[in-house]
């Protein structure tokens, strides 16, 4: 099963990004192998939906202004290295939960990419984040957004 793991909170508008794509992708026709989840504010209790998973992806708000097109796609490696806390926190967040994810998994770790929104995104932007997302675990999409 490939996984998106769309998070962040629907009643701040800075922290919605992870919401809006959800809502997006709902919309879409999905492969069946293919499972769009709300993560909300979940937390550490999102490391038990990566257990059992072939590929995930993370979708969230990221504080960055200065991503070009207000969309960027890092690995888990590249988060994990902005994680400079050893403890967690209401501030932590997804850098915290995937440094935590290899000492606490059952299983190996599937590939994790994270597709982040910087602040004021477009509708334009939100649609190009659910199309990445699919792209990133490997479904066919076609020209309008929708899965082929």
Known sequence: MKRIICIGNVLVTEDRAGFDVFQRLRSMPLPPDVEVIDGGLAGLDLLRLV?????????????????????????AEQVVSACNS?????????????KMLPAVAEHAVPPIQVVGLAPGYSDRTCRQAATLCLLLVGASVARDGGHA
């Open 86 to 98: 050893e403890h967690y926190g209401h501030g932590s967040g997804l850098p915290y939960l995937l």
């Open 51 to 75: 257990d059992g998973a072939d590929h995930i992806v993370f979708v969230d708000s990221v504080a960055d202004d200065d991503i070009e097109d207000g969309l960027v796609v890092w690995d």
